[in-house]
T-cell receptor, first 108, second 117 residues
Framework: RKEVEQDPGPFNVPEGATVAFNCTYS??????FFWYRQDCRKEPKLLMS???SGNEDGRFTAQLNRASQYISLLIRDSKLSDSATYLC?????????FGKGTSLLVTP | GAVVSQHPSWVICKSGTSVKIECRSL??????MFWYRQFPKQSLMLMAT?????????EQGVEKDKFLINHASLTLSTLTVTSAHPEDSSFYIC?????????????FGPGTRLTVL
């Protein structure tokens, strides 16, 4: 079983829509969690960290549920520029474990 | 912000040749760097952890004699794919931890796309 699992999508949504991505992780010892964004043929870039209390950064809201080992990302008011692959990441303290990513396409 | 560079950004080579990829932390020192590989539509897979001044730690299933790692300074790690074959064609990405930051955030290089003919 992969350490971090995500729905690969693709999610096709119109501009302005709200979209949510989910992720589960299997290593209960994971210490930190992140969402990365990866554009086609580029390196991943950190989008935001995920805290147990939930955190928001503009249109992006991340949630972590340690009991169910579940992480989510909510994007409100989608923009065309949000089209990318979103990677869920669990940090064991030793290494980052990446999910396969969820592909998002925002259409006009 | 912390910047990590990689060189080359892409390389095409014949089967059997060796390819060296450089990863540099430009504005911070990194005792630890990481090498990942990503196949199309797959997640990044950690290949090895590069430790300055000591041997790299390889993940299970990664041949250390095929993927040679040298971390000779606090700002440079190199990955050499020896006797490359078409199945080694992939996107190789390095990252470095900036240990001066609170969460030891990892910063990624832009990646090197290797195509072996």
């Amino acid at each position: 079983r992969k350490e971090v699992e995500q729905d690969p999508g693709p999610f096709n949504v119109p501009e302005g829509a709200t979209v949510a991505f989910n992720c589960t992780y299997s290593n209960s010892a994971s210490q930190s969690f992140f969402w990365y964004r990866q554009d086609c043929r580029k390196e991943p870039k950190l989008l935001m960290s995920v805290y147990s209390s939930g955190n928001e950064d503009g249109r992006f809201t991340a949630q972590l549920n340690r009991a169910s080992q579940y992480i989510s990302l909510l994007i409100r008011d989608s923009k065309l520029s949000d089209s990318a692959t979103y990677l869920c990441v669990a940090d064991s303290g030793y290494a980052l474990n990446f999910g396969k990513g969820t592909s998002l396409l925002v259409t006009p | 912000g912390a910047v990590v560079s990689q060189h080359p950004s892409w390389v095409i080579c014949k089967s059997g040749t060796s390819v060296k990829i450089e990863c540099r932390s430009l504005d911070f020192q990194a005792t630890t760097m990481f090498w990942y590989r990503q196949f199309p539509k797959q997640s990044l897979m950690l290949m090895a952890t590069s430790n300055e001044g000591s041997k790299a730690t390889y993940e299970q299933g990664v041949e250390k004699d095929k993927f040679l790692i040298n971390h000779a300074s606090l700002t440079l790690s190199t990955l050499t794919v020896t006797s490359a074959h078409p199945e080694d064609s992939s996107f190789y990405i390095c990252s470095a931890r900036d240990e001066s930051r609170a969460y030891n955030e990892q910063f990624f290089g832009p990646g090197t796309r290797l195509t072996v003919l």
